[in-house]
């Protein structure tokens, strides 16, 4: 125990030198650290710490998640987690799913698969993440176990018919930013938060307002944003690696860094947008864990055939679900 809170306390001092460097206006270059000592780090003082997925559904990401909650440290200082892959109508159904009970798998795949997003979740990290954090809370008193937060717009799709009532749904960015500044910081909690880089870049998206920006003009400075740096033949990919662990999660704080003010290919500082760069192994070697071939039902599908025809006007989910949906 006092060899983890020595090493917790050596993460943050390296933190809080680097963020201090960087209100003098000068420049620092430092090691990276272990990923998921650095995120409990952060949580000393930010309440929310983000992590943007560039990509949905990549293996190694999804490794880490698990490694994250089943961490003593994690588990001791977060008390919510937040998930883009969740409708916000099977709160309900989550929270006795991730607390225990016996809840047939038929009903537990509603909280992936009916979200307002159609199909983006049946890659099985997120199944697979949701298993573990039920697997810790079993082992947690019940004053202790981590809540999941549904953070996607509710929808019921028996009554969605048309994309024009998909639309009406609006941007989920305002469903994410309300659970989170409503469960999470009114209540003075603290949590990890799951969300698409789109969802999460601190100078929001496209020229249009995310939840990130939208909880900061509530609370300034409540959260720390890490992105999985997913840059392929990037020659400063070498700087995130942590040193002797070519392929360990690590963190890179990029705050007064050279790293986080060298322009990226778009002209702007990296730091301007995100806190951290996460690293969970080589950009070229990320794989994306697709669901089984064959292993969505023909009911299943046809329901899908129809949100897809909803949201997007034809039938790509079967080619992004692939041989997952044949039969």
């Known amino acids: 125990m006092r060899k983890q809170i020595f090493i917790s306390l050596m993460v943050v001092s390296t933190l809080l030198a680097t963020q201090a460097r960087a209100a003098s206006g000068g420049t620092i270059d430092h090691p990276p650290v272990d990923a998921v000592q650095g995120i409990v780090a952060a949580f000393q003082k930010h309440p929310v710490v983000v992590i943007g997925e560039w990509r949905h559904g990549i293996r190694q990401l999804g490794n880490f998640y698990i490694l994250l909650v089943r961490d003593p440290a994690f588990q001791n200082t977060v008390q919510d987690i937040v998930i883009e892959f969740a409708s916000r109508n099977n709160q309900a159904l989550l929270d006795r799913y991730v607390n225990g009970e016996d809840v047939p798998i038929e009903q537990v795949r509603h909280i992936w698969r009916d979200t307002t997003k159609v199909a983006s979740w049946e890659s099985p990290i997120y199944a697979e993440w949701l298993a573990a954090i039920r697997e810790v809370n079993q082992k947690l008193p019940p004053v ?67 939840a990130s920006t939208i909880i900061e003009s509530r609370y300034p400075g409540s959260l720390y944003v890490v992105i999985h740096h997913l840059i392929p033949n990037d020659p400063e990919e070498a700087l995130l690696k942590l040193p002797g662990k070519p392929n360990a999660p690590a963190l890179y704080d990029l705050a007064g860094t050279a790293l986080g003010s060298k322009l990226d290919r778009n002209g702007i500082a990296p730091e301007r947008y995100v806190d951290a760069w996460l690293y969970v192994g080589p950009a070229e070697s990320m794989t994306e864990a697709r669901p089984v071939p064959g292993s969505l039902d023909q009911t299943y599908m046809k329901e899908l055939d129809r949100r897809s025809l909803i949201e997007w006007g034809d039938l790509r989910i079967r080619r992004f679900l692939g041989a997952a949906a044949s039969n």
């Open 144 to 210: 202790h176990r981590l809540r999941v937060l549904a953070g996607d717009t509710a929808i019921d799709w028996s009554r969605i018919r048309t994309h024009e009532d998909w639309a009406k749904l609006g941007d989920n960015n305002g469903s994410f930013a309300a659970v989170i500044i409503n469960e999470v910081l009114a209540k003075h909690r603290r949590a990890l938060v799951v969300l698409g880089g789109n969802h999460v870049a601190k100078l929001g998206h496209r020229g249009s307002p995310n």
